[in-house]
Nanobody
Framework: LQVVESGGGLVQPGGSLRLSCTAS????????IGWFRQAPGKEREAVSC????????NYQDSVKGRFTISRDIATNTVYLHMSSLTPEDTGVYYC????????????????WGQGTQVTVSS
């Protein structure tokens, strides 16, 4: 069982990125998949999650209207579409598998990827 993140990189303020979380060993539509991020010197925080039923929860007011989570069952991948990026979005972004529902606490998720670095800078 594993999830692998990709799609991070260096982007200028105002730019966009699409992060991918590709799962193997299980089907993403059967579980809640969450995106978390950790900025330097800060705790890991929940960003967004999609439950097994397809219910989306966004946990950060700062990303509402800018970040969108989606799921592609055919490729067994969950995406995080990020736009209008700011330097405050810089950090390592992780995806993780939880139960069927979504939760805001990282310790409710059992399988984590290695993370992908997002740096927003001019």
């Amino acid at each position: 069982l594993q999830v692998v993140e990709s799609g991070g990189g260096l982007v200028q303020p105002g730019g966009s990125l699409r992060l991918s979380c590709t799962a193997s060993g299980f089907t993403v539509s059967y579980y809640g998949i969450g995106w978390f991020r950790q900025a330097p010197g800060k705790e890991r925080e929940a960003v967004s999650c999609i439950s097994s039923a397809g219910v989306i929860t966004n946990y950060q007011d700062s990303v509402k209207g800018r970040f969108t989570i989606s799921r592609d069952i055919a490729t067994n991948t969950v995406y995080l579409h990020m736009s209008s990026l700011t330097p405050e979005d810089t950090g390592v972004y992780y995806c993780a598998r939880g139960g069927a529902r979504c939760y805001s606490s990282w310790d409710d998720y059992g399988y984590w990827g290695q993370g992908t670095q997002v740096t927003v800078s001019s």
